[in-house]
């Protein structure tokens, strides 16, 4: 098992973390490590909303048709990131060592209410059903997302977590619910 990051923990300043991001960190989109429960299996981070943001800062707004907000396709992303985080943090999977995790079913997605960007978004992300192989694991994650202590999103989704090498390529996804963990 990994050994725990102190909490709060300001993430863009954990250069190991930054530097095995499989993504840029601009759309990280969590500052800071605010809660890690192994016992659990739940990570809470903080996301800001007052910074830009891709399709956000892309938006035509209208302050009665289309008020400015955190768009949905954002916080889908940002339950990616926090899967990472969660694998990162929790089971010690690191990309430079071959590990890679996919989205595989959004299985339910609710939007509770708009974000305006501003005050940050408080995090979630739990790990309900673990099927871990010693190259392939199947994560199950409930994630919620609070503004203003208001849920704003909520999530049941699956991800796929692979060890990928030169004797082992990524070779394609198979997302069709049974594949078994190796």
Same mark, same amino acid.
């Given at each position: ?32 490590? /605010?809660? +890690? !429960? $192994? ?6 981070? &903080? ?5 830009? #943001?891709?399709?956000? @800062? ?60 501003? /005050?940050? +978004? !408080? $995090? ?6 673990? &099927? ?5 694991? #199947?994560?199950?994650? @409930? ?5 203003e ?8 989704q ?17 997302a ?7």
């Amino acid at each position: 098992m990994p050994t725990l990051p102190r909490v709060p923990l300001a993430l863009l300043d954990d250069a190991e973390l930054i530097a095995d991001l499989p993504y840029g960190p601009e759309v990280l989109f969590f500052d800071e490590l /605010t809660e +890690i !429960d $192994a016992e659990k299996s739940m990570i809470r981070c &903080r996301m800001p909303t007052d910074v830009p #943001m891709p399709i956000v @800062s892309a938006q035509r707004n209208h302050p009665v048709r289309h008020p400015r907000h955190v768009a949905g396709a954002v916080m889908v992303h940002a339950t990616g990131m926090m899967g990472f985080l969660h694998a990162y943090y929790l089971l010690g999977l690191r990309h430079h060592e071959g590990w890679i995790g996919y989205g595989t079913h959004i299985h339910k997605v609710v939007f509770r209410k708009l974000v305006p960007p501003g /005050t940050p +978004i !408080d $995090a979630t992300c739990t790990a309900t059903k673990k &099927r871990l192989g010693r190259t392939r694991h #199947m994560i199950r994650y @409930s994630f919620e997302f609070r503004h203003e202590g208001a849920i704003c999103y909520e999530g049941d989704q699956t991800a796929v977590w692979m060890r990928v090498d030169e004797s082992n390529p990524l070779a394609g996804l198979d997302a069709g619910g049974d594949a078994a963990a190796r």
